[in-house]
């Protein structure tokens, strides 16, 4: 039996898949959203014979996608990528994202900048009207990731290096995670900028004007929002 947060996140998760067409080289986000979204991707690849080819954006999602029979590609063989498919951790009232706490945060944002479309899978918790209540997940560096730490931190925050079974997390790219509770983060564009340019700091967890179609779903109700309708429908 599903939780009601559960069954949102199936909700969003299976609705995303509507927007797959025949032929898409897809982005394949992470989390557990995106988990119900590839169940339902490989229902409509055995069904209807769909042909599409997956980028995942973490170990955890390739596993996921071979084990469900999604082929995948190797990155080196796209130039673009159709549409991509994510999750969020927070999501505020512009599309603006932050991301990362699965710790995919670095392929997340490759692949989802990359995508000429970025739709966003979220339950309704994750709707917020400013982001920065979910500790900000920073990719930075093993080496003198302390003295990297003290440089965030004077930007508001206390980074936590991230733990996981009491061992330091490792990201898939071989990196630490700091979490960084800020107050709120009103202007992420401006914080995202100063963070990155902070020697060591790999990427930040905003994710700014890149995210073209949140599916948002509270208690069973759907809601879809989308960043410029007018754009959108132009570009179909
Ligand atoms: C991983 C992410 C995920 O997109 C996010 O954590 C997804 O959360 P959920 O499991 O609730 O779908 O940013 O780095």
């Known amino acids: 039996m599903l939780t ?19 032929g898409m080289i897809l982005g394949l986000g992470s989390g557990s959203t995106v ?8 229902e409509r690849i055995k ?25 995948l590609i190797d990155f080196t063989e796209v130039e673009r990528i159709d549409l991509a498919i994510d999750g969020a951790d927070e999501v505020d009232p512009n599309l603006n994202l932050l991301k990362g706490g699965g710790g ?43 003295i990297t730490a003290k440089r965030i931190a004077v930007f508001g925050c206390e980074p936590v290096i991230r733990k996981q079974d009491e061992e330091v997390f490792i990201s898939d790219n071989g990196n630490y995670i700091l979490d960084c509770k800020f107050e709120k983060i009103l202007d992420p564009k401006k914080l995202h ?40 429908d132009e570009e179909e």
Request: proline share 4%; glycine share 8%.
């Open 35 to 42: 988990n119900w979204m590839l169940e339902k991707l490989a």
């Open 193 to 232: 900028q100063h963070l990155k340019a902070i020697v060591g700091v790999v990427e930040t967890g905003l994710f700014v004007g890149v995210t073209d179609k949140v599916i948002s779903c509270r208690s069973g109700s759907m809601e879809v929002l989308e960043r410029n309708i007018q754009e959108l």
């Open 47 to 71: 069904n209807e014979g769909l042909q599409v080819k997956g980028i995942p954006t973490s170990k955890k999602t390739e596993r996921l996608a071979k084990k469900l029979g999604i082929s």
């Open 4 to 22: 009601q947060m559960e069954t949102d996140k199936k909700i969003t998760g299976e609705e995303a898949v509507t927007y797959i067409k025949d």
């Open 104 to 146: 995919s945060l670095v392929r997340e944002k490759i692949v989802d900048v990359l995508a000429d479309k970025l739709i966003i899978t979220v339950d309704g918790s994750k709707m917020v009207p400013h982001l920065g209540d979910f500790p900000l997940p920073i990719e930075v560096v093993p080496y003198g990731w302390n």
